[in-house]
């Protein structure tokens, strides 16, 4: 019984022996495999040679086309509308008739201002009659002073002698001052009327720059074209009352057109010195050569933090183009010596490309200075850069991972 009770005991040791060695001998006999070798990956790239060159740049622009000379016509006077004879778009001729206001409503301001300076012109002629009869009331005036002056002194010389009566000399002394103060008063009206005469005078000026301003205004009412135009707004209608200074029509001259276009701010040293040696710089429409070419003018003068605005001359007289209306221009700038022409697919953020250096790419940072096209009419980016060589392989595909040292295999070699 005892023998038995061990053997179950031990047995269950001998079962996790037995496991256990067979375990390892399994593990022992296991095949070992070779570990992978990790290898890096190589990204293929088209490539092209570069080769400086002296080359035209071409910047893209959008220019607003504009009229500095554009008339605006404003009604001289409040009014009604009578007429308008003009409408928008439409090209007419010097002295041409547009609009036409009512003029019974001048009529009656211009009749008020001639009667006004018919008036001033009869009291300028009044006060000149007053004046000369005031001269030669002043003169009787100081010989009757003398006279009074003249009877005082003799009743004084009465009194002291007992002849004559204290009444009689007061009423002489009363007499004379009352001849005083007559002279006096005369004396003022004489001398009071250069003064006098002088405001006459201004008023009379007012009244003829009152009469002119109301001729004027009868003329005006009247609109007609200063000179050879198009029409760019009709603001009224027939039967419309405005007032004093209402845009009536606004028109332009067409020879007078311009295009204002943003130059950015590292064009403007190439543009300068190009209008400073009457260098000709032209822009043109992409896909629109009916619209021909347009010639640089002149740089604004004030410039903005990112740049300055350019004029070009729309030299065609018989331009469809019209104020207000937007061009996407491509100006072609000044030759620049030095210069890699490369697809647009070669340059990462606008400022850097990638150069191919014993299979891995190294980043170059690069100026771009405008495009241009290759004589297959594909368009191209000019860049600039003191870091690429003659013979120098530039990547021109556009890789998303592109990085310094990144490997790479040439397309086709």
């Keep these: 019984m005892q023998a038995r009770a061990k053997t179950k005991l031990l047995l269950p040791f001998v079962v996790l022996l037995l496991a256990a060695a067979v375990f390892f001998s399994l593990v022992n006999s296991k095949t070992e495999r070779p570990k992978p070798e990790l290898t890096e990956k190589i990204w293929q790239v088209a490539v092209i040679t570069a080769l400086p060159q002296e080359l035209s740049p071409a910047i893209t622009l959008y220019g607003r086309i504009e009229s500095p000379e554009q008339l605006k016509a404003a009604a001289p006077g409040g009014g009604i509308v009578e007429r308008v004879y003009v409408r928008n778009g439409a ?12 003029k019974r409503d001048f ?6 201002a001639e009667a006004d300076l018919r008036d001033i012109d009869n009291q300028i002629a ?11 009331s002043l003169e009787t005036e100081q010989n009757l002073l003398a006279l009074a002056a003249a009877e005082v002194k003799r009743l004084v010389t009465l009194k002291q002698q007992n002849l004559s009566a204290d009444t009689a000399l007061n009423s002489a002394r009363s007499e004379l001052g009352r001849q005083q ?19 006459l005078k201004a008023r009379h000026d007012r009244g003829k720059a009152q009469l002119a301003q109301s001729r004027l205004a009868m003329s005006r009412s009247d609109v007609r074209a200063p000179f050879d135009a198009i029409i760019s707004q009709v603001a009224v209608a027939a039967g419309d009352r ?3 200074g209402q845009l009536l029509i606004s028109l332009f001259p067409v020879q007078t057109l311009e295009i204002r276009a943003h130059l950015p701010l590292n064009h403007i040293d190439s543009v300068q010195r190009a209008i400073a040696d009457q260098i000709r710089l032209e822009a043109s429409v992409p896909k629109r050569s009916d619209l021909g070419r347009f010639p640089v003018l002149r740089l604004a003068g004030e410039a903005e933090a990112t740049g300055i605005d350019l004029y070009l001359a729309i030299d065609s007289i018989d331009s469809q183009l019209r104020p207000g209306e937007l061009l996407p221009l491509s100006l072609k700038l000044p030759a620049e010596s030095a210069v890699y022409a490369v697809p647009y697919q070669a340059i990462y953020g606008n400022s850097r490309i990638y150069l191919v250096v014993e299979q891995r790419l190294r980043a170059i940072e690069v100026d771009t200075i405008g495009q ?3 004589e297959r009419g594909q368009v191209q980016v000019l860049i600039r850069s003191d870091a690429i060589n003659s013979g120098d392989l530039i990547s021109v595909t556009h890789l998303p991972n592109a ?5 790479v295999k040439i397309d086709g070699g």
């Design 403 to 407: 990085v310094s040292g990144l490997k």
């Design 181 to 199: 103060l007559a002279v006096t008063s005369r004396a003022l009206d004489v001398d009071s009327y250069p003064a006098r005469l002088q405001i």
């Design 126 to 136: 009044e006060l000149e009659v007053r004046h000369r009869a005031n001269l030669a």
């Design 107 to 112: 009529e009656a301001a211009l009749l008020q």
């Design 372 to 374: 241009t096209r290759d």
């Design 242 to 244: 405005v007032s004093l």
């Design 91 to 102: 090209r007419v001729s010097r002295d041409q008739q547009l609009v036409t206001l009512d």
